[in-house]
Structures are given as C-alpha cells and as structure tokens.
C-alpha cells in the first residue's frame, strides 16, 4: 500500500512537471521577428541593419570580425536586458530618419549619447558595453 502511494504521488509529480514545462522552457529572448519593433538577430556589416531601424551591434565595425548579435528596433526599449543585450553594444548604425538617444542605465536613465538620423560607428572607451535603454526622438 505504501509503495502504491509513491508510485501515484510519483507519477502526479511527473504529469506536474510535463504540464509546467512549457512554462519553464519559453525563451527569455524574443525570436527573430522582424514584425516587431524590437528584435534580437545576429550579421554583420551595416547592411545588416533594415531600413527604418536602429541597429546595435556586439562588436566594434559592426560585428566587424564576423556574425554576432545585432539588436534591431524602431521604438523606445527601456531595457535591453529583456533583449539579453544590456552592456553589450560595440558599434551601432542608425538608419531612420530620427535621432535617437541611447542611455547608460535601465529607465532611460543616466548618460545619455545622441544618435543622429544615418549616424553610425563605433560607441569607443566611454560608451563601449554601457548601453542600457534607448529612445528616438521626434
Ligand atoms: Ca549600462
């Protein structure tokens, strides 16, 4: 009888599990989707970058010695880290036709660098792996 009611509680605890992990297994990072105004994809070069969107790239030159991560948008994100991208961006292409404002900290908060429309290169020493929000301006 004993063993009976491990086997059931057993078995509960596995259906448990199967039924929860879906849950456990979505990913943190939102997949390609380039519907979206705000998306995780990896090139190189600025040609990488859409019409119409802002790029950040992990490395220097545009992910200049080979495909990495690329953040794309069009619209304020206040946190890049639900992108899995905070402090991370090297070099950035902006191809809209507004300036923007890329931000130290989470929140639109602390340093601020302007991006203007078209602008493009390398964040160096004092910006490089700080990027945490940004917004455009209109
Ligand atoms: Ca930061």
Redo the contacts with the bound molecule.
């Keep these: 009888m004993k063993s009976r009611v491990g086997l059931a509680a057993g078995v509960a605890a596995l259906a448990a599990g199967l039924l929860t992990a879906p849950a456990y297994a979505a990913p943190t990072v939102q997949a390609e989707n380039r519907a979206a105004d705000t998306y995780l994809t990896s090139g190189q070069g600025k040609t990488a970058c859409p019409s119409g969107r802002l790029c950040l790239y992990k490395d220097i030159n545009y992910n200049g010695g080979g495909s990495a991560a690329i953040l794309v948008t069009r619209a304020k994100v206040t946190s890049l880290g639900s992108y899995q991208f905070?402090?991370e961006a090297s070099s950035y292409f902006n191809n809209t036709s507004l300036s923007a404002v890329l931000y130290?900290?989470d929140g639109l908060r602390?340093g601020q660098l302007s991006i203007r429309s078209q602008g493009s290169g390398n964040l160096g020493s004092s910006w490089n792996d700080?990027?945490?929000s940004l917004q455009f301006l209109s």
């Design positions: 905070n402090d130290e900290n602390g700080k990027v945490s």
